[in-house]
């Protein structure tokens, strides 16, 4: 397990302070803000705390309502909604400097046997160990990043994921509008083992890793590169997760995504995680801002 991996799983391993209270550390992240997957990972984190572990989270529905400080440490407090005979809800707001900065609603079910049961039937799409880890696709683009430790700061901040582009990215083609969906392969940059080795944290770093590349299709249907080259400026509003097959954060899931619609400032984008045997384990829906920035 390398450092990165290792310091993420720090930052989920929450403190309890109080029943139904919980404290998770942030980090600086490429923008001047808290990264929107690790307060969800988080508050995820604190809502697993307070139920069963034979009842895994099924679905997430959240809102990011003010941007997070990188430099202070963010309180969950949980609210036992319902503790049902399948179903057990949960609702965590997260609070820094007096004020809700994200509240999520979580459920969790506890299993049955499938009466019924289909899904959609996996995209084609590379194998991931075919295609260039981030460290070796990133350099060739840095000379179009706005600032220049972009390149250093996201290699950073991706340090503890492998995640591989199918297409090259956003900010590789900006200037050309393409298709708005986009692939990437993603896995844990190290296997989970002994303490780490739990379900619920394979789901919470799922979650985490969904918030990097949702948005990348609305961007592509406007032939956008990105917060990364300055031409557009953007942040995430809501985001919602179903789990529906058990899943393993360190083994390669594909994450299909595309975008539906965007207008009046806002894009949405949708996604499905596939693992490698072809299970459709989530899906995920986001809207975020996307606003291009104003000439002088």
């Not at 705390?49 to 309180?75: E, K, W």
């Not at 770093?205 to 990348?216: A, G, I, P, Q, W």
């Not at 594909?254 to 596939?274: K, M, V």
Request: proline content about 7%; overall charge negative.
């Amino acid at each position: 397990m390398n450092d990165a991996l290792q310091s993420l799983l720090d930052l989920l391993a929450l403190e309890q302070i109080e029943q139904d209270i919980f404290r998770g550390q942030s980090r600086a992240s490429v923008v001047p803000r808290v990264f929107g997957g690790q307060v969800a990972a988080q508050a995820l984190v604190a809502a697993g705390r307070t139920v069963p572990a034979d009842r895994p989270p099924h679905s997430l529905h959240a809102y990011f309502l003010r941007p997070g400080d990188s430099g202070a440490p963010i309180v969950y407090t949980v609210d036992r909604i319902r503790d049902g005979r399948s179903f057990t809800t949960r609702r965590v707001v997260a609070v820094q400097h007096g004020k809700p900065i994200f509240h999520l609603t979580a459920s969790f079910h506890a299993h049955e046997e499938a009466a019924l049961e289909h899904q959609e039937p996996m995209p084609a799409a590379p194998d991931p160990l075919t295609l260039p880890t981030q460290a070796e696709m990133l350099p060739r683009y840095a000379d179009r990043f706005r600032e220049p430790d972009m390149l250093q700061r996201l290699l950073e901040a991706r340090a503890a994921v492998d995640l591989r582009y199918v297409e090259e990215p956003p900010f590789a083609t900006a200037g050309t509008v393409r298709e708005p969906r986009s692939q990437v392969w993603f896995r844990t940059d190290g296997k989970l083992d002994g303490p780490e080795d739990e379900p619920l944290l394979h789901v919470c770093l799922v979650t985490y890793v969904s918030d990097m590349t949702l948005l990348d299709s609305v961007l592509l249907a406007h032939g956008r590169g990105g917060w990364a080259v300055g031409d557009v400026v953007g942040a995430s509003l809501d985001h919602a997760m179903w789990f529906h097959r058990p899943l393993r954060a360190d083994e390669w899931l594909l994450y299909d995504q595309e975008s539906p619609t965007a207008r009046g400032g806002r894009g949405l984008g949708t996604g499905r995680i596939f693992a490698a045997d072809g299970r459709l384990v989530a899906s995920v829906v986001q809207e975020g801002v996307v606003r291009a920035p104003r000439e002088e």
